[in-house]
Protein backbone atom coordinates (compact mmCIF):
# COMPACT_ATOMS: atom_id res chain seq x y z
CA UNK A 1 0.00 0.00 0.00
CA UNK A 2 3.18 2.14 0.41
CA UNK A 3 1.40 4.15 3.78
CA UNK A 4 3.99 4.02 6.68
CA UNK A 5 4.47 5.07 10.04
CA UNK A 6 7.77 7.18 11.19
CA UNK A 7 8.81 6.29 14.36
CA UNK A 8 10.16 9.49 16.73
CA UNK A 9 11.12 10.66 19.51
CA UNK A 10 13.67 12.41 21.96
CA UNK A 11 17.18 10.68 22.31
CA UNK A 12 17.83 7.65 24.89
CA UNK A 13 13.79 6.73 24.60
CA UNK A 14 13.97 3.79 22.88
CA UNK A 15 13.36 4.05 19.42
CA UNK A 16 16.13 2.19 18.07
CA UNK A 17 15.41 -0.61 20.49
CA UNK A 18 12.00 -0.78 19.42
CA UNK A 19 13.15 -0.48 15.60
CA UNK A 20 15.75 -3.40 15.94
CA UNK A 21 12.46 -5.00 17.28
CA UNK A 22 10.81 -4.39 14.55
CA UNK A 23 13.48 -5.62 11.93
CA UNK A 24 14.19 -8.15 13.88
CA UNK A 25 10.42 -9.69 14.14
CA UNK A 26 10.53 -8.35 10.05
CA UNK A 27 8.58 -10.37 7.35
CA UNK A 28 9.80 -13.56 5.98
CA UNK A 29 11.32 -11.48 2.89
CA UNK A 30 10.97 -15.02 0.93
CA UNK A 31 7.29 -13.73 0.95
CA UNK A 32 8.02 -9.96 -0.14
CA UNK A 33 11.23 -10.33 -2.69
CA UNK A 34 10.45 -6.96 -3.88
CA UNK A 35 10.12 -5.13 -0.86
CA UNK A 36 12.49 -2.50 -0.70
CA UNK A 37 15.67 -2.54 1.38
CA UNK A 38 16.09 0.67 3.07
CA UNK A 39 17.84 0.64 6.34
CA UNK A 40 15.70 2.69 7.92
CA UNK A 41 12.69 0.60 7.04
CA UNK A 42 11.09 -1.99 9.37
CA UNK A 43 8.70 -4.44 7.19
CA UNK A 44 6.11 -6.12 9.53
CA UNK A 45 3.62 -9.20 9.29
CA UNK A 46 0.21 -7.44 10.34
CA UNK A 47 -0.75 -10.04 13.24
CA UNK A 48 -4.64 -11.09 12.32
CA UNK A 49 -6.21 -14.27 14.10
CA UNK A 50 -8.33 -14.77 10.79
CA UNK A 51 -5.71 -15.67 8.55
CA UNK A 52 -5.19 -18.45 10.86
CA UNK A 53 -8.54 -19.58 10.93
CA UNK A 54 -8.69 -19.72 7.04
CA UNK A 55 -5.83 -21.43 6.87
CA UNK A 56 -7.37 -24.02 8.81
CA UNK A 57 -10.95 -24.66 7.05
CA UNK A 58 -9.31 -24.50 3.63
CA UNK A 59 -5.74 -25.95 4.12
CA UNK A 60 -3.26 -24.04 1.56
CA UNK A 61 -0.36 -24.87 0.89
CA UNK A 62 0.99 -21.80 1.35
CA UNK A 63 -0.17 -18.85 4.10
CA UNK A 64 0.88 -15.04 3.79
CA UNK A 65 0.00 -12.55 5.92
CA UNK A 66 0.04 -8.29 4.30
CA UNK A 67 2.66 -6.40 5.84
CA UNK A 68 3.58 -2.81 7.41
CA UNK A 69 6.11 -0.73 7.01
CA UNK A 70 7.71 1.58 10.16
CA UNK A 71 10.44 4.58 9.58
CA UNK A 72 12.72 5.10 11.43
CA UNK A 73 13.51 8.85 12.06
CA UNK A 74 16.49 9.28 13.55
CA UNK A 75 16.83 12.08 16.14
CA UNK A 76 15.41 15.04 16.78
CA UNK A 77 16.80 17.99 20.03
CA UNK A 78 15.38 20.92 20.91
CA UNK A 79 15.79 23.25 17.96
CA UNK A 80 14.87 21.48 15.33
CA UNK A 81 12.44 23.70 13.72
CA UNK A 82 15.55 26.23 13.49
CA UNK A 83 17.77 23.29 12.00
CA UNK A 84 19.60 22.38 15.27
CA UNK A 85 20.15 18.67 15.24
CA UNK A 86 19.33 17.02 12.17
CA UNK A 87 17.09 19.40 12.38
CA UNK A 88 15.31 20.07 9.00
CA UNK A 89 16.47 16.71 8.01
CA UNK A 90 14.50 15.19 10.24
CA UNK A 91 11.48 17.15 9.69
CA UNK A 92 11.94 16.35 5.94
CA UNK A 93 11.68 12.73 7.19
CA UNK A 94 8.38 13.23 8.75
CA UNK A 95 7.14 15.17 5.81
CA UNK A 96 7.29 11.47 3.83
CA UNK A 97 5.27 9.15 6.04
CA UNK A 98 1.59 9.21 6.84
CA UNK A 99 1.23 8.59 10.41
CA UNK A 100 3.51 9.43 13.34
CA UNK A 101 4.58 6.97 16.74
CA UNK A 102 5.82 8.99 19.00
CA UNK A 103 8.11 7.09 21.21
CA UNK A 104 8.44 8.43 25.10
CA UNK A 105 10.50 7.01 27.48
CA UNK A 106 8.24 6.03 31.04
CA UNK A 107 11.11 3.79 32.12
CA UNK A 108 13.36 5.29 34.85
CA UNK A 109 16.36 3.18 34.51
CA UNK A 110 19.10 5.73 36.52
CA UNK A 111 22.01 4.15 34.28
CA UNK A 112 20.47 5.28 30.86
CA UNK A 113 20.77 9.39 31.03
CA UNK A 114 17.56 11.03 30.04
CA UNK A 115 18.58 13.95 27.39
CA UNK A 116 16.36 16.69 29.96
CA UNK A 117 18.15 15.30 33.22
CA UNK A 118 14.81 13.63 34.37
CA UNK A 119 11.78 11.19 33.11
CA UNK A 120 9.53 13.69 32.03
CA UNK A 121 6.87 12.01 29.22
CA UNK A 122 4.84 15.45 28.57
CA UNK A 123 7.86 17.61 29.02
CA UNK A 124 9.48 15.41 26.00
CA UNK A 125 6.35 15.22 23.85
CA UNK A 126 5.47 18.58 24.17
CA UNK A 127 9.44 19.12 23.28
CA UNK A 128 8.52 17.32 19.84
CA UNK A 129 5.09 18.67 19.24
CA UNK A 130 6.48 22.33 19.54
CA UNK A 131 9.47 21.85 17.13
CA UNK A 132 6.64 20.56 14.41
CA UNK A 133 4.54 23.36 15.67
CA UNK A 134 6.98 26.22 15.17
CA UNK A 135 7.60 24.54 11.62
CA UNK A 136 4.21 24.74 10.53
CA UNK A 137 3.50 27.95 11.99
CA UNK A 138 6.53 28.74 9.59
CA UNK A 139 5.38 27.00 6.36
CA UNK A 140 1.71 29.00 7.49
CA UNK A 141 3.23 32.18 7.75
CA UNK A 142 5.02 32.15 4.19
CA UNK A 143 1.82 31.44 2.65
CA UNK A 144 -0.06 34.27 4.32
CA UNK A 145 2.58 36.27 2.90
CA UNK A 146 1.50 35.17 -0.42
CA UNK A 147 -2.27 34.81 -0.51
CA UNK A 148 -2.87 38.11 2.12
CA UNK A 149 -3.21 40.73 -0.82
CA UNK A 150 -4.99 38.97 -2.87
CA UNK A 151 -7.79 37.90 -0.31
CA UNK A 152 -7.78 41.54 0.70
CA UNK A 153 -8.57 42.23 -2.72
CA UNK A 154 -11.67 39.85 -2.72
CA UNK A 155 -10.51 36.90 -4.95
CA UNK A 156 -12.81 34.51 -3.97
CA UNK A 157 -9.81 31.09 -3.48
CA UNK A 158 -7.96 33.40 -1.59
CA UNK A 159 -10.30 34.46 0.89
CA UNK A 160 -11.11 30.60 1.32
CA UNK A 161 -6.89 30.18 1.56
CA UNK A 162 -6.60 32.54 3.89
CA UNK A 163 -9.43 31.74 6.39
CA UNK A 164 -8.07 28.56 6.86
CA UNK A 165 -4.66 30.20 7.24
CA UNK A 166 -5.73 32.21 10.06
CA UNK A 167 -7.12 29.67 11.77
CA UNK A 168 -3.96 27.54 12.04
CA UNK A 169 -1.93 30.31 13.01
CA UNK A 170 -4.54 31.22 15.86
CA UNK A 171 -4.33 27.18 16.49
CA UNK A 172 0.02 27.26 16.04
CA UNK A 173 0.32 30.26 18.34
CA UNK A 174 -1.85 28.88 20.65
CA UNK A 175 0.98 25.86 21.14
CA UNK A 176 -2.10 23.18 19.25
CA UNK A 177 -1.32 21.00 16.73
CA UNK A 178 -3.72 21.30 13.25
CA UNK A 179 -4.64 18.12 13.76
CA UNK A 180 -7.62 19.60 16.50
CA UNK A 181 -8.98 21.45 14.44
CA UNK A 182 -11.89 20.41 12.91
CA UNK A 183 -12.11 21.23 8.98
CA UNK A 184 -15.17 21.30 6.42
CA UNK A 185 -14.25 18.90 3.46
CA UNK A 186 -13.44 22.02 1.54
CA UNK A 187 -11.24 23.71 3.83
CA UNK A 188 -9.46 20.05 4.38
CA UNK A 189 -8.06 20.31 0.63
CA UNK A 190 -6.31 23.30 0.87
CA UNK A 191 -4.73 22.46 4.26
CA UNK A 192 -3.61 19.19 2.41
CA UNK A 193 -1.53 21.38 0.08
CA UNK A 194 0.26 22.82 2.90
CA UNK A 195 1.69 19.51 3.62
CA UNK A 196 1.83 20.19 7.39
CA UNK A 197 3.61 17.92 9.66
CA UNK A 198 0.65 18.62 13.02
CA UNK A 199 -1.82 17.38 10.42
CA UNK A 200 -0.61 13.65 10.26
CA UNK A 201 -2.25 11.32 12.56
CA UNK A 202 -0.43 10.38 15.93
CA UNK A 203 0.60 7.44 18.01
CA UNK A 204 1.46 7.89 21.78
CA UNK A 205 3.78 4.68 22.50
CA UNK A 206 4.68 4.44 26.05
CA UNK A 207 7.91 2.61 26.97
CA UNK A 208 7.91 1.12 30.44
CA UNK A 209 10.11 -0.93 31.95
CA UNK A 210 10.45 -4.84 32.16
CA UNK A 211 9.10 -4.29 35.49
CA UNK A 212 5.84 -2.68 34.70
CA UNK A 213 4.51 -4.56 31.62
CA UNK A 214 2.22 -6.90 33.54
CA UNK A 215 0.18 -3.80 34.89
CA UNK A 216 1.80 -0.78 33.08
CA UNK A 217 -1.83 1.02 34.49
CA UNK A 218 0.54 1.17 38.21
CA UNK A 219 3.33 3.66 35.98
CA UNK A 220 2.37 7.12 36.62
CA UNK A 221 4.13 8.18 33.76
CA UNK A 222 1.63 5.95 31.98
CA UNK A 223 -1.20 7.55 32.83
CA UNK A 224 0.11 10.82 32.22
CA UNK A 225 0.51 10.29 28.43
CA UNK A 226 -3.11 8.48 28.33
CA UNK A 227 -4.38 11.80 29.92
CA UNK A 228 -2.28 13.80 27.25
CA UNK A 229 -3.06 12.02 24.29
CA UNK A 230 -6.90 12.35 24.94
CA UNK A 231 -6.81 15.72 24.97
CA UNK A 232 -4.51 15.37 21.65
CA UNK A 233 -7.30 13.19 20.21
CA UNK A 234 -4.81 10.18 19.84
CA UNK A 235 -4.34 6.53 21.55
CA UNK A 236 -1.55 5.38 23.62
CA UNK A 237 0.48 1.59 23.31
CA UNK A 238 2.15 0.58 25.67
CA UNK A 239 5.30 -1.69 25.52
CA UNK A 240 8.69 -2.36 26.80
CA UNK A 241 11.58 -2.11 23.89
CA UNK A 242 13.62 -4.17 25.73
CA UNK A 243 11.34 -7.31 26.32
CA UNK A 244 9.92 -6.58 22.81
CA UNK A 245 13.55 -6.74 20.84
CA UNK A 246 13.60 -9.90 23.09
CA UNK A 247 10.07 -11.39 21.75
CA UNK A 248 11.22 -10.68 18.11
CA UNK A 249 14.11 -13.38 18.25
CA UNK A 250 11.83 -15.91 19.17
CA UNK A 251 9.17 -18.58 17.12
CA UNK A 252 5.39 -18.60 17.70
CA UNK A 253 5.01 -21.20 20.21
CA UNK A 254 8.29 -19.63 22.51
CA UNK A 255 6.67 -15.87 21.97
CA UNK A 256 3.12 -17.65 23.54
CA UNK A 257 5.12 -19.22 26.25
CA UNK A 258 6.76 -16.37 27.09
CA UNK A 259 4.05 -13.51 27.00
CA UNK A 260 1.82 -15.91 29.00
CA UNK A 261 4.69 -15.76 31.68
CA UNK A 262 4.94 -12.39 31.70
CA UNK A 263 0.99 -12.01 31.90
CA UNK A 264 -0.02 -10.10 28.60
CA UNK A 265 -2.17 -11.46 25.69
CA UNK A 266 -0.61 -9.82 22.72
CA UNK A 267 2.73 -8.50 22.54
CA UNK A 268 3.03 -4.42 22.66
CA UNK A 269 4.59 -4.65 19.14
CA UNK A 270 2.18 -6.55 17.62
CA UNK A 271 -0.52 -3.88 19.26
CA UNK A 272 1.50 -1.45 18.11
CA UNK A 273 1.47 -2.66 14.22
CA UNK A 274 -2.55 -3.25 14.34
CA UNK A 275 -3.44 0.12 16.12
CA UNK A 276 -0.83 1.93 13.13
CA UNK A 277 -2.40 0.05 11.09
CA UNK A 278 -5.93 1.65 11.98
CA UNK A 279 -4.40 5.08 12.18
CA UNK A 280 -4.23 5.16 8.92
CA UNK A 281 -7.51 3.85 7.97
CA UNK A 282 -6.37 0.26 6.89
CA UNK A 283 -8.29 -2.90 6.67
CA UNK A 284 -7.37 -6.47 4.94
CA UNK A 285 -9.52 -8.33 2.66
CA UNK A 286 -8.08 -12.18 2.34
CA UNK A 287 -7.78 -14.83 -0.92
CA UNK A 288 -8.68 -17.94 -0.21
CA UNK A 289 -7.75 -20.92 -2.68
CA UNK A 290 -5.78 -24.49 -1.75
CA UNK A 291 -2.37 -22.73 -3.62
CA UNK A 292 -2.31 -19.49 -0.86
CA UNK A 293 -4.50 -18.23 1.88
CA UNK A 294 -3.21 -14.53 1.39
CA UNK A 295 -4.23 -11.37 3.17
CA UNK A 296 -3.96 -8.14 1.67
CA UNK A 297 -4.25 -4.61 2.87
CA UNK A 298 -6.83 -2.05 0.98
CA UNK A 299 -7.90 1.35 2.44
CA UNK A 300 -11.32 1.64 3.45
CA UNK A 301 -13.82 3.29 1.18
CA UNK A 302 -11.71 1.58 -1.57
CA UNK A 303 -14.09 -0.45 -4.52
CA UNK A 304 -13.67 -3.66 -5.70
CA UNK A 305 -11.50 -3.03 -8.99
CA UNK A 306 -9.39 -0.86 -7.07
CA UNK A 307 -8.72 -3.44 -4.66
CA UNK A 308 -8.35 -6.13 -7.15
CA UNK A 309 -5.46 -3.86 -8.57
CA UNK A 310 -3.38 -4.67 -5.58
CA UNK A 311 -2.90 -8.24 -6.59
CA UNK A 312 -2.37 -7.22 -10.11
CA UNK A 313 -2.98 -4.55 -12.73
CA UNK A 314 -4.59 -6.90 -15.02
CA UNK A 315 -7.34 -7.78 -12.21
CA UNK A 316 -8.70 -4.04 -11.93
CA UNK A 317 -8.27 -3.42 -16.05
CA UNK A 318 -10.37 -6.45 -16.76
CA UNK A 319 -12.18 -6.56 -13.76
CA UNK A 320 -15.72 -8.62 -14.24
CA UNK A 321 -17.14 -9.17 -10.86
CA UNK A 322 -15.47 -10.07 -7.02
CA UNK A 323 -17.49 -12.91 -5.55
CA UNK A 324 -17.69 -11.98 -1.59
CA UNK A 325 -18.13 -13.81 1.23
CA UNK A 326 -17.59 -12.29 4.36
CA UNK A 327 -15.65 -14.07 7.41
CA UNK A 328 -18.04 -14.56 9.65
CA UNK A 329 -20.05 -16.21 6.71
CA UNK A 330 -17.44 -18.30 5.83
CA UNK A 331 -16.86 -19.36 9.02
CA UNK A 332 -20.45 -20.66 10.32
CA UNK A 333 -20.89 -21.99 7.26
CA UNK A 334 -17.46 -24.49 7.63
CA UNK A 335 -16.28 -24.30 3.79
CA UNK A 336 -16.81 -22.26 0.70
CA UNK A 337 -18.60 -24.57 -1.25
CA UNK A 338 -21.32 -24.42 2.43
CA UNK A 339 -21.37 -21.00 1.79
CA UNK A 340 -21.88 -21.18 -1.83
CA UNK A 341 -25.00 -23.26 -0.83
CA UNK A 342 -26.19 -21.21 1.76
CA UNK A 343 -26.30 -18.79 -0.40
CA UNK A 344 -23.70 -16.41 1.07
CA UNK A 345 -21.42 -15.69 -1.12
CA UNK A 346 -22.36 -12.52 -3.38
CA UNK A 347 -21.54 -11.71 -7.22
CA UNK A 348 -20.61 -8.10 -6.22
CA UNK A 349 -19.92 -5.40 -9.21
CA UNK A 350 -17.52 -2.58 -10.02
CA UNK A 351 -19.00 -0.15 -7.47
CA UNK A 352 -18.79 -2.56 -4.66
CA UNK A 353 -17.17 -0.95 -1.41
CA UNK A 354 -15.23 -4.22 -0.31
CA UNK A 355 -15.04 -4.39 3.71
CA UNK A 356 -12.85 -5.39 6.09
CA UNK A 357 -12.66 -9.45 6.43
CA UNK A 358 -13.94 -9.87 2.90
CA UNK A 359 -12.85 -13.31 1.21
CA UNK A 360 -12.82 -12.59 -2.54
CA UNK A 361 -12.43 -14.52 -5.61
CA UNK A 362 -12.07 -11.43 -8.77
CA UNK A 363 -13.28 -12.64 -11.82
CA UNK A 364 -11.39 -10.72 -14.50
CA UNK A 365 -10.93 -10.84 -18.30
CA UNK A 366 -8.01 -9.31 -19.88
P1 LIG B 1 17.01 6.00 21.24
O1 LIG B 1 18.09 7.01 21.42
O2 LIG B 1 15.66 6.62 21.45
O3 LIG B 1 17.10 5.23 19.98
O4 LIG B 1 17.14 5.00 22.45
P2 LIG B 1 17.78 3.53 22.53
O5 LIG B 1 16.86 2.54 21.91
O6 LIG B 1 19.19 3.56 22.06
O7 LIG B 1 17.71 3.30 24.10
C1 LIG B 1 18.46 4.09 24.98
C2 LIG B 1 18.84 3.24 26.17
O8 LIG B 1 17.66 2.88 26.89
C3 LIG B 1 19.52 1.92 25.78
O9 LIG B 1 20.55 1.67 26.70
C4 LIG B 1 18.40 0.89 25.93
O10 LIG B 1 18.90 -0.37 26.26
C5 LIG B 1 17.57 1.48 27.05
N1 LIG B 1 16.17 1.06 26.96
C6 LIG B 1 15.35 1.13 25.88
N2 LIG B 1 14.14 0.62 26.17
C7 LIG B 1 14.20 0.23 27.46
C8 LIG B 1 13.27 -0.39 28.35
O11 LIG B 1 12.13 -0.68 27.99
N3 LIG B 1 13.70 -0.64 29.63
C9 LIG B 1 14.97 -0.31 30.05
N4 LIG B 1 15.32 -0.57 31.30
N5 LIG B 1 15.86 0.24 29.23
C10 LIG B 1 15.49 0.51 27.97
Known sequence: ??????????????????????????????????????????????????????????????????????????????????????????????????????????????????????????????????????????????????????????????????????????????NKPARTIEFTDEQMKIVKGLHLLTIKPVLYVANVGEEDVADPSANPFVQQVREFAQQDNAEVIVVCAKIEAEIAELDDEEKAMFLQELGIEESGLDQLIRAAYNLLGLATYFTAGVQEVRAWTFRKGMKAPECAGIIHSDFERGFI?????????????????????????????????????DIIHFRFNV
Not at 90 to 109: E, N
Not at 329 to 353: C, F, N, P, Q
Open 1 to 174: MGLTAGIVGLPNVGKSTLFNAITKAGAESANYPFCTIDPNVGVVEVPDHRLNKLTELVQPKKTVPTTFEFTDIAGIVKGASKGEGLGNKFLSHIRQVDAICHVVRCFADSDITHVAGKVDPIADIETINLELILADLETVDKRIGRVEKMAKSKDKNAMAEYEVLVKLKETFEA
Open 321 to 357: RAETVSYDDLVSAGSMAAAREAGKVRLEGKDYEVQDG
